[in-house]
């Protein structure tokens, strides 16, 4: 019920395609579901979150798709770039219990081919 | 990496040593963790802190301890290194509330031979 289930593991795409990540998740208490984008030798920095009462948020070429019923949420990267070569983490908060702790997936490495 | 520094970058360290991972930030964010990310498991939480000499256990902290005397210092201890706790450890502040936009440093590359 703890598990953020992110797939794939890893992601090749051609630049100026659709990167799609999706994420899965059981614990219906979750309300709040960052991404955060990392580069190697960096540590993680978010890049957007979303909380369930919009299906959907945009900011500039990346946007988060969410679908409440299904327990699902997704990152877009449209107009893929080299620069958005990455590893791509989603992550969710848990109000069960007393530590409201993120709960992160295992994380997407995408390579953007020029 | 948002005003915050971790020290060593890497250290090599021996099997039952101790080993003392030190986080600074100078952001005066109340809120500070530490991570550990290791391949197959992303990012998994090990203490966190709300506060001076306030600190609680995260999902990972067998075998981990954690001071935190000023708001701008978190230190990560290990008590007497194991070869399962060769990792990155990943230090992280946040302001607004806890667990919500955390600033990560940019981490410490620990081996335990």
């Known amino acids: 019920q703890q598990q953020v289930k992110q797939s794939p593991q890893s992601l090749i795409v051609q630049k100026g395609g659709i990167s799609i990540i999706n994420c899965a998740y059981e614990n219906t208490a979750f309300d709040y579901f960052p991404w955060y984008q990392q580069f190697p030798g960096k540590g993680p920095a978010l890049l957007i979150a979303?909380?369930?009462?919009?299906s959907e948020k945009k900011e500039g070429r990346f946007t988060i798709s969410f679908n409440k019923s299904a327990k699902q949420f997704s990152l877009h990267i449209m107009d893929s770039q080299p620069g958005d070569s990455a590893t791509y983490f989603c992550a969710a908060k848990n109000y069960g219990g007393s530590q409201g702790n993120l709960i992160f997936g295992k994380g997407t490495k995408l390579s953007v081919k020029p | 990496d948002a005003g915050i520094t971790q020290s060593p970058r890497h250290k090599v360290t021996e099997t039952g040593t101790p080993v003392t991972l030190r986080c600074h930030q100078t952001?005066?964010?109340?809120?500070m963790y530490w991570y550990r990310q290791d391949p197959g498991h992303g990012l998994r939480l090990i203490h966190y802190?709300?506060?001076?000499?306030?600190?609680d256990k995260g999902e990972v902290s067998d075998g981990y301890s954690v001071s935190r005397s000023k708001t701008e210092d978190f230190l990560l201890t290990l008590e007497s290194a194991t070869s399962s706790q060769t990792s990155v450890y990943f230090c992280?502040?946040?302001?607004?509330?806890?667990?919500?936009?955390?600033?990560f440093g940019s981490g410490t590359q620990l081996s335990v031979l």
């Open positions: 979303i909380r369930p009462d919009v």
């Open positions: 992280a502040i946040s302001e607004r509330g806890l667990n919500e936009k955390l600033f």
């Open positions: 802190s709300y506060g001076v000499k306030d600190t």
């Open positions: 952001e005066n964010h109340r809120y």
